[in-house]
């Protein structure tokens, strides 16, 4: 069975810091990777996709990818009581189509 | 209006009974999904749908039905639900597949007693 992993936390920040979240996979023959966001009660929407090794950014969003190590991250500058929520890692391979970690709850503290 | 809906947003069924999401979307996207979430387990897809008429199978299956014969509906039945199904249920479309963006609907608490 091919798995995702993330803490699950809470991971507790305070308002202005970095937040970095972590995920592990399993499957090395994943070639895509996301990052959703979900607030409680609400649905799932994407926030960065990466698909190569390496840093991209999109605004206060980085996320990183090392296939080597089979491991993908989201850090997130200038935290906002707004960015509390649960965040999802997702990866996508042809055999396992995409699979879900069961998220990271992320709380900023003002 | 437009985006991607789900009803009924709230359901209590028995053990036994079939019952029927309906997921409707208005962007013409090629793609859908269905996935279910449980604590602990995150989201897990049942089935997806490249195009009317070509659906094929997700991580969990068993017990739910599919069926696309409109591009902007993906409805899901379980055949006999059983109290294994109580979740939430929520229908996803996009335009590129599972390497694009899915756009998710406001989903589906199901209730099996």
């Known amino acids: 069975q091919k798995e995702v992993e993330q803490n699950s936390g809470p991971l507790s920040v305070p308002e202005g810091a970095i937040a970095s979240l972590n995920c592990t996979y399993s499957?090395?023959?994943?070639?895509?990777f996301f990052w959703y966001r979900q607030y409680s009660g609400k649905s799932p929407e994407l926030i960065m996709s990466?698909?190569?090794?390496g840093d991209k950014e999109d605004g206060r969003f980085t996320a990183q990818l090392n296939k080597a190590s089979q491991y993908v991250s989201l850090l997130i500058r200038d935290s906002q009581p707004s960015d509390s929520a649960t965040y999802l890692c997702?990866?996508?391979?042809?055999?396992?189509?995409?699979?879900f970690g069961s998220g990271t709850r992320l709380s900023i503290r003002p | 209006d437009a985006g991607i809906t789900q009803s009924p947003r709230y359901k209590i069924t028995e053990t036994g009974r079939q019952v029927t999401l309906m997921c409707h979307q208005t962007?013409?996207?090629?793609?859908m999904f269905w996935y279910r979430q449980d604590l602990g387990h995150g989201l897990r897809l049942i089935y997806y749908?490249?195009?009317?008429?070509?659906?094929d199978k997700g991580e969990v299956p068993d017990g739910y039905v599919v069926s696309r014969s409109k591009t902007e509906n993906f409805p899901l039945t379980l055949e006999s639900a059983t109290r294994s199904q109580t979740s939430v249920y929520f229908c996803?479309?996009?335009?590129?597949?599972?390497?694009?963006?899915?756009?998710f609907g406001p989903g589906t608490r199901l209730t099996v007693l």
């Open positions: 996803a479309s996009g335009a590129g597949g599972m390497t694009d963006t899915q756009y």
């Open positions: 499957d090395r023959g994943s070639q895509s």
């Open positions: 990466i698909y190569s090794n």
């Open positions: 997702a990866a996508y391979s042809s055999a396992s189509k995409i699979i």
């Open positions: 962007w013409s996207h090629s793609y």
């Open positions: 749908s490249a195009a009317a008429d070509i659906t």
